[in-house]
C-alpha cells in the first residue's frame, strides 16, 4: 500500500464534559474510500469536520510530509487540501455552471482557461445540458452532483462526504457513485459517512464504525 495522504492521531473532542471522540486514529490514502457509520449523535460530522479544519479538536496531532504536528499548528496549510461536503449541498443563486466555477475564482487561471476547465467539468459530470438552468431549481440528485464537480474541479486530495445519498432516488445514487469513483480512480482519498451501507458496496474499501466515541 501507497503512504498515506494524512494520519490523524489521538483525536479527542468534548462538549460541555461529553466526550464525542476519544482517542480516534484515521489514516487517509490516495485512491482509497473510507466508510465510516454509527448511530446518530456517535460523532461522524464532528470528526469530518475537524479533518476538514472546520472543527477545533479538544486535541488532535497529524502526520503530514512525514511528520508528526500539532492539529493547530498544520491545518491551515493542509486545508486547500481537502473538502468537506454537508448532506444537502450548499449551491450559490446562479446558474450550474456559475456554481461549478466558483472555487477558480481564487486560481491563477486566465478568463481561456477558466472557461475551459468549467466546460472540461461539465462534460466529466454529465452537466453540459444543464449548465444554464438554475442550480437550486434542479432536482436533489442534479444538486448533488453540481456540488461533486465544484469539489473535482478544484483538485483535492481529499474528499469528505456526510451522508451524500440522502434523500436520493436509485438513478441519482447510481449518477452520484459513478462520479466517485472517477474520482478515487484518479488519486483522491474520499470518507464517507452513512446509515445506508449497501450503497458505496463497490466504492469502499475500509468501513469503520464509529460508537461511544471511538472507532471500531
Known amino acids: 500500500m501507497s503512504e498515506p495522504l494524512l494520519v490523524f492521531r489521538g483525536i479527542e473532542k468534548t462538549f460541555a464534559e461529553t466526550n464525542i471522540l476519544r482517542n480516534v486514529d484515521i489514516s487517509l490514502y490516495p485512491g482509497k474510500c473510507i466508510l465510516l ?64 466555477s466558483y472555487g477558480l475564482r481564487f486560481t491563477k487561471l486566465n478568463r481561456k482557461q477558466l472557461r475551459e476547465s468549467v466546460k472540461e467539468a461539465l462534460e466529466w459530470a ?40 440522502a434523500n436520493m432516488d436509485i438513478e441519482s445514487r447510481e449518477q452520484a457513485c459513478d462520479l ?12 464517507i459517512t452513512s446509515h445506508d451501507l449497501n450503497i458505496f458496496d463497490d466504492l469502499i474499501d475500509s468501513h469503520f464504525s464509529l460508537s461511544d466515541g471511538k472507532i471500531e
Open 180 to 191: 466517485l469513483k472517477r474520482m478515487k480512480s484518479e488519486g483522491m482519498s474520499i470518507v
Open 37 to 100: 457509520s454509527g448511530n446518530n449523535g456517535s460523532g461522524k460530522t464532528t470528526l469530518l469536520k475537524i479533518i476538514a479544519g472546520l472543527e477545533t479538536p479538544s486535541r488532535a496531532e497529524i502526520e503530514f510530509s512525514g511528520k508528526s504536528q500539532s492539529w493547530k499548528s498544520v491545518i491551515r496549510s493542509i486545508r486547500r487540501e481537502i473538502i468537506y461536503l454537508h448532506q444537502q449541498p450548499y449551491l450559490l443563486s446562479g446558474t450550474v455552471e456559475s456554481n461549478v
Open 126 to 165: 454529465g452537466l453540459t445540458d444543464v449548465a444554464k438552468h438554475q442550480a437550486k431549481t434542479l432536482s436533489g440528485g442534479v444538486q448533488q452532483r453540481v456540488a461533486f464537480t465544484r469539489a473535482w474541479i478544484l483538485k483535492p486530495k481529499v474528499l469528505l462526504l456526510d451522508e451524500p445519498m
